[in-house]
């Protein structure tokens, strides 16, 4: 099973809302990414865990929040969200980190 | 310089014809070279993937062409299909540290009937 399950598919969110992007896997991978990927671009990389520890945070806002409850759930928090943060996001894993990495299908998030 | 150039932007087919995308890079200390293939609403699904201490792999009609001395590696798609239709994403691996993946910038494939 090399599944990457994510929800919801589609999210709508306002600019003082708070809401919760959720990411599973049951592949025992030991490392999971969150990419943010705008139309007709690559994805681009957010937050790297490993073992369920934070290991990179690509310089990003921090109103977006990552969270690893365990080794198979990871959790983007978002709180007042811009218009230019509407993109599709994107849950990763991987065995280890220098292992291939599984995309699960996103969320497509409009901020309004 | 941690970049992958990808190249055609975009691609038009005819079904059963060869489909070719070429990657370049420049660093030397990446080890691992995937394709990915995304469908429109869709996350990228892990397609092929070569190490440099190969030159050529093959998974159906899907093939890796790599040149290491010439820091080039290729997508050929033989047998093009409709279905096929979509945007190909190449991508290299750093070697160590947290093992960043670097993407080129996609290429949009569309396979005619």
């Known amino acids: 099973d090399t599944e990457v399950t994510q929800t919801p598919k589609h999210l709508v969110m306002g600019m003082t809302n708070k809401k919760s992007l959720k990411c599973e896997q049951h592949?025992?991978?030991?490392?999971m990414y969150w990419y943010k990927q705008k139309a007709k671009k690559p994805p681009e990389l957010m937050f790297v865990y490993s073992y369920e520890k934070l290991s990179i945070n690509e310089s990003v806002p921090s109103r977006f929040s990552p969270e690893c409850p365990n080794s198979s759930l990871l959790n983007l928090h978002l709180h007042a969200l811009q218009p230019e943060d509407s993109a599709l996001y994107l849950c990763?894993?991987?065995?280890?980190?220098?292992?291939?990495?599984?995309f699960g299908p996103g969320t497509r998030l409009t901020v309004t | 310089q941690q970049q992958v150039k990808q190249s055609p932007q975009s691609l038009i087919v005819q079904k059963g014809g060869i489909s070719i995308i070429n990657c370049a890079y420049e660093n030397t200390a990446f080890d691992y070279f995937p394709w990915y293939q995304q469908f429109p609403g869709k996350g990228p699904a892990l397609l092929i993937a070569?190490?440099?201490?190969?030159s050529e792999k093959k998974e159906g009609r899907f093939t890796i062409s790599f040149n290491k001395s010439a820091k080039q590696f290729s997508l050929h798609i033989m047998d093009s299909q409709p279905g096929d239709s979509a945007t190909y994403f190449c991508a290299a691996k750093v070697s160590g540290g947290y093992n960043k993946l670097i993407f080129g910038a996609g290429t949009r494939l569309a396979v005619h009937p």
């Open positions: 990763a894993s991987s065995q280890d980190l220098p292992s291939g990495r599984y």
């Open positions: 592949m025992g991978h030991r490392a």
């Open positions: 070569i190490r440099p201490d190969v």
